[in-house]
């Protein structure tokens, strides 16, 4: 975990992640969307975890912006990933906004997940 976090906290990973989160933050100007882009970001930080690379490695920021901005081009999830995270990636990287899922069912299938693999986790936070 510790090499994970040093390889993608590296400048040029961070730069990579604030180019796609600003395509998308772009692509949705036109709407209220702030918790859709949130997630957005959430799932490409999910496939920066389980892939350990920067997304979009080797592209610049333009065309980092016109992938993901302009095309909605999105990375695959791992195939690796465990079906239950392929498919909360699937979903927070929709093109559609309104067709991505909230931050309390992403944390249901995580917390799922944590205890399938017999961890319990934190219990969900009272709003």
Partial sequence: ??????SCCEPACQTRIRHAIRA????????????????FAFGMLLVSMLTSEAPWAGRSGPQIV????????RPPPPPHAPPPLAS???????????ERPTFEMAAAVVRGLLIAMGEQGPAPAEC
């Fill in 1 to 6: 975990m510790i090499s994970w976090y040093a």
């Fill in 24 to 39: 998308e933050a772009a692509a949705d100007a036109a709407g209220c969307c702030a918790q859709a882009s949130d997630m």
């Fill in 66 to 73: 016109l992938a993901a901005g302009i095309l909605r081009l």
């Fill in 88 to 98: 909360l990636i699937d979903l927070c990287l929709r093109a559609e906004p309104s």
